[in-house]
């Protein structure tokens, strides 16, 4: 029972989006988000200003898989299968 509205611009040099969130039939916003981008050339130069803004920010997102992973077999004891030997190809 919650109206969704999307408002999206053409990429170009910006890309806006905007998200909202309703209940049916009202007017009051319950959720509202925006997200404002600019265009950048993908360099090796902007890759890694962004490493340096960012460092841990690959490391903190393996770490939490990895901390996950514990949780869910030491906790809950869900076992761990391990991948299949057998390589999949394609077309056969």
Not at 50 to 69: E, K, S
């Amino acid at each position: 029972e919650i109206d969704y509205t999307f408002v999206l611009n053409n990429p170009a040099e910006r890309l806006h989006i905007l998200m909202q969130n309703r209940p049916t039939g009202e007017k009051n916003v319950i959720f509202d988000s925006t997200l404002d981008l600019r265009r950048k050339p993908l360099s090796h130069w902007n890759i890694f200003v962004h490493f340096l803004r960012f460092p841990l920010m690959t490391f903190t997102t393996v770490l939490g898989i990895y901390w996950q992973a514990l949780r869910l077999y030491f906790i809950k004891k869900t076992p761990f299968h391990s991948h299949p030997d057998q390589k999949v190809r394609i077309g056969d």
